[in-house]
């Protein structure tokens, strides 16, 4: 009984967060991941454009909801989503028109690109801000529990409860649906493997008469989609804040060197990697091994190794420990 | 001797340009946008209830109109804050501050602009007892008590409750620590335990973690001395998910009908307390405020209209609408002896005042000024019973 306690405290506090959080990240991280390995550079602009396909999304939702539209049980900001992502693909594609082809045609060098995104952050992050406003916006509507911890613990009898919330579940299940559409889109489609040609040599690539400016629009388009995806999953289980998605630049980057730049399943494990690190390195475990070892009496401290304001510290750590040991990352990624 | 020729320089300059105005100008320099925009337009609504009832009398200084200039302390950046007390100052003429709301930025505008012009600033609601020994050259006062006070009140209200074990979480600025530690050593002192005292950053999109960390440490109710509209709600809507915590104790920075629409029936059987009296003053003022079209009983906006009050009965008690020579009179109108002014009869004040008789204004907190010029402090008790905030009590 105690054990199991333990591991609903456990489970209630770090592996449900943390998985929710994880994928989240690993979507982020493989929008990064995918600009980086066809486009070869590192798109600082990634957290705003979650920004702002949030934002549309927000705007979407609101305008149906006031005309009366649910999606039941389900947030209605899933109904909006198909919509922001095309507005978030049309954004990228004019930016790519409007800055990156140039830097694209005259070769540019890959830190030269990683400025300009830098620059194109700073105008999306205005955009988002003249759009929707500096506040913190709750967009979730529908269930808010698949179970809640009082009706845990009354079912199970258990003297610790366990809370599931719904938008956990929504972040798991489409994080599951978009990596397999994905992945499947990469290894069976012509203009998946045309994709992952031009990133492996791009000289062979053209030679071969892949058509470029092709292959760079449709990296975009599913970047839009990614980057959209992830940042309403975030949003819907958190909050829209357009200043924390910026701050969620470094553990997406995090994620995506982790993982190994420009490979996508180190994306996801790296999203993963630094969401259970973040979780359970500023966890205070009190609480569980106060359940495991009840013979003891409670431990004095709180046996929490760093305090939670040092999340950021996290990542930041398991990046410089990734880069200075192993550069090219867990899985084997390219490098620039 | 070096410092009284400086301050009558300083005065004399300063009569120079109250001369050269029309009117007398009262700056009111609160955060209408940041974590306390949501209770601050009632504060500054109530400020402007005592001015424009001043103004209506038209007796003020033989008969002297005064009028108000907004300007946004932010709550949360001193620097923004410090600016806009300096254009009052400096660019409006303003003879005395209404504000500020934060202890933080409350502290910015007393050492960079109030003390270095000489300009009188009552707060509503700047609570951190650092502001109690802060050296203020006697041109700060306040109509909210001290935290000390405060977190004495609420260690008495969860004792009385029977509960032994609390867990503390604060907003980690002035403020939340403030209040946060006043409260721990009472309740310590009290014999009860003080599980964890953690910090918060207001302004993340997810307080998961820190709640993890504060349900590990365990406790009955869970103390929060946020705010209302940033990580507060933030810490109590993570808490509710998990399961973590069921009662919330909400200190006045976490009094806001914003809290009980966001939160819903979670909420329901927390408690807290917050400044405020049962005197016949509140309920005049509550009533006067009604007419006026806001809502007198929301958070400091009754010590708001104190603050203004008492601004305006020093200049009558000193003759003149001068700083440096209305700054002295703000303790003596404010305590005994001399006839009570309520709400409502701040024209008699003046008028008693003016014929050289003495006021004890008593206003709508029942204002008492201790030490060196600080309300003494009283609370209202505060539970969610169905979703609604019901005052149970006063201390």
Redo the contacts between chains.
Sequence with gaps: MDFLNALV?FA???LV?ATA?GAQLALGALGVTLIFGILRFSNFAHGDTMAFGTMITILVTWALQAAGVTFGPLPTALLALPVAVGVTALLLLGTDRMVYRFYRKVRAAPVILVMVSLGVMFVMNALVRFGIGVN?Y?FDDGA??VV???T??EMTGLAE???I?STQVITLVTAVIVVAALFWFLKRTRTGKSMRAFSDNEDLALLSGINPERVVAVTWIITAALATTAGVL?GL?????A??YFQLLLPIFASAIVGGLGSPIGAIAGGFIIAFS??TV???????VTYVVPENPAPEG???LL???Y?FAVSFTILIIVLLFKPTGLFKGQQS | MKKLLLTSAASFALMAGAAAAQDIKIGIILGFTGPLESITPNMAAGAELAISEVNEAGTLLDGQTISVVRADSTCIDASAATAAAERLITAEGVSALMGADCSGVTTAILHNVAKPNGVVMVSPSATSPALSADDDDGLFFRTAPSDARQGAVMADIIRDRGISSVAVTYTNNDYGKGLADSFASAFTEAGGTVTINAAHEDGKADYSAEVGALASAGGEVLVVAGYVDQGGRGIIQAAVDTGAFDVFVLPDGMYGESLVENIGSALDGSFGQYPGTDSEGATTYAEMAREAGFDGTSAFSAESYDAAALIMLAMQAAGSSNPGDFKDHIMSVANEPGEEILPGELAKGIEILKNGGDINYVGATAVELIGTGESAGSYREIEIRDGAIEIVGYR
């Excluded at chain 1, 289980?237 to 804040?241: A, I, Q, R």
């Excluded at chain 1, 500023?282 to 569980?288: E, G, P, Q």
């Design positions: 405290v209630n506090f770090v967060p959080y913190e709750r808010r529990f809640d911890a009082r845990f613990r409860g366990l809370a919330r975030y289980d958190k909050s829209f804040k200043f924390t973040e979780i500023t966890y205070a475990f009190k609480r569980v709180l046996m929490q305090s939670t304001d999340k």
